[in-house]
């Protein structure tokens, strides 16, 4: 098993992943055709991928991990960059808060919804989100 980070739908065969991949003997271009098709609804952004493969085969198997949550909400809110000072730089509906909290909350450590709400919430804070027009401090003490 390999683990990369790529930037979704614009992996190349060449370096970095060719070198790795090639001298296993597998169809890199056939492979990276498969991530880049995978991860299509992420571009721009980067995104976790394993790479399982059988040496004997020399098959594989792609999956896909979750984009980092603040690129999902700044992706939903349609910003470039958020904030490291604190400051608001733009709202996010809750219903897109929600729909990223419920993309990630598998791979999170939260063990419900409501929880990976709340991580979610966190994260619009910590990137200048407010949501709804509220401040997310004030909508993680209603929760």
Not at 55 to 75: I, N, Y
């Amino acid at each position: 098993m390999m683990k990369f980070l790529i930037k979704a739908g614009e992996a190349t065969p060449g370096p970095p992943l060719g070198t790795v991949l090639g001298p296993l003997g597998i169809n890199t271009g056939k492979l990276v055709a498969e991530m880049n098709q995978k991860t299509q609804q992420y571009k721009g952004m980067k995104i976790p991928v394993k790479v399982i493969i059988d040496m004997t085969t020399k098959l594989f198997e792609v999956e896909v991990g979750a984009p980092p949550t603040s690129d999902l909400l700044r992706q939903a809110a349609g910003l470039e960059k958020g904030t490291a000072d604190g400051s608001v730089v733009g709202d996010i509906s809750m219903d897109k808060v929600q729909e990223v909290a419920r993309q990630k909350a598998k791979f999170m450590n939260s063990p419900d919804e409501a929880k990976a709400l709340k991580e979610v919430i966190g994260t619009c804070k910590s990137i200048g989100l407010t949501v709804d027009g509220k401040p997310a401090k004030d909508l993680l003490a209603q929760l």
